[in-house]
């Protein structure tokens, strides 16, 4: 977030892309830049993606354990050259959650955690379910739901109780948020297959056609358990103000064709949850205590959905994208990385070089930590040149300035701007960054024929 997006009493506005997309066994399409909205503006801080059905054949799965899969891919190259780092993922059978952030928000994204929970056929294969991430972004607890629940009109109620046993069963080894609903904000979204009841085909497809979209509301399976639901109210979403997105012919913009005729259904959606506010005791003892806490919350977070639309210009699947935008307005619980680091003097491969890191404030830090080499433009914290491990004798202290050399034979022969990022291990993320630097060409890459020599100022 630059200077230029702070607002009045120190609040800044965040703005969060969030896309869910049933890919139905799909290759992604060659381009994807009209998903991702890449120059609105203002311009996207994080983007958020959740997938259903990733092609997750026993022999393709195994495939995407080794390397990332053929979406993750799609996603990073056409992020990573506008400055979008991919923050994490998880995969679970066929489905896929994506987390993107633009690569100054890296050292305040910490303590990211994953997990899934299974329910399709009985459990034990993971076609059905939910992933999720959580994260501390600026000090505010986030998580993300990516759910595929049950399918068929008259599974409603299977629905229901699957996410209420998703929310109950996911768990993560943090002390402030053991579960998904002790978040600050949860983003529960995916392909949630509630279907529009009681009304026929021809119903259907004329208030759809016609633009009516708000006679098919009220038989909406999610809005008519929601009045029954009381875990279930305390989600919001926007207004269905797009077609339903289920289901379509492939590559074609016409509704299912086919034999069995399938109704259409808004099953991909994207909801929200701000925390509940705690209610003070009865007690009048105890009311002076902790009746401030949440009234005058010292760092709030206002989520505001700014767009809720489809994208129906792709038709590699049966389904259309669902795309959400919205504006994070926070103030930040805190504004300096954990750890400083800055590469020494000049760097190329022709000399070893030097880098500094400190610790400057207090972190469950570790001797498997390490400092990463990255060209500028790169995918993710494991997409780096070369690295160094910390110091390994002894745990640094805080405002230690520590010096790490980093051999010349892991230099980059050819020149180029790069960034150093200190990773760890236990926060699973990139912590401290530096400035981006100047590597300088090799004399050994004008040797070994990499780039011409120059004479005389001629190629």
Partial sequence: MSSGRFRSGGREKCRLHMVTWNVATAEPPEDVTSLMQLDVQPPTDVYVIGLQEVNATPVRFISDLLVEDSWSHVFMDTLAPRGFIKVTSMRMQGLLLLVFAKQIHLPYIRNIQTTYTRTGIFGYWGNKGGVSVRFSFYGHMVCFLNCHLAAHMNYALQRVDEIEYILEKQDFDVAETPQVRDHKVVFWFGDLN????????????????????????????LTMMKKKEPFLQEFEEGPLNFKPTYKFGRNSDAYDTSGKKRKPAWTDRILWRIKPKT?????????????????????????????????MSYGVSDHKPVIATFSLELRKCFDTPLVHVSPLGVWSADQDA??????????????????????????????????????????????????ISVDKDEIPLLGGQYVLGYYSTNMQSIIGLSANFQILESKRAVMEGLVPENINGLN
């Fill in 194 to 221: 509630f279907r529009i009841a009681d009304h026929g085909l021809h119903f259907l497809r004329s208030s759809i056609n016609s633009e009516r979209l708000n006679l098919l509301w009220s038989k909406d399976q």
């Fill in 354 to 403: 030097l880098l500094n890191y400190t610790i400057q404030e207090d972190f469950m830090s570790s001797t498997w930590d390490w400092i990463g080499l990255y060209k500028v433009g790169f995918k993710s914290a494991f997409d780096y040149e070369t690295f160094v491990w910390v110091r390994e004798d002894e745990l640094p202290e805080t405002n230690e300035v520590i010096q």
């Fill in 279 to 311: 209610v003070p005791p009865e007690d009048d003892d105890d009311k002076a205590s902790t009746s401030t806490v949440d009234e005058l919350d010292e760092y709030p977070l206002l989520v505001t959905q700014d767009k809720y639309t489809c994208d």
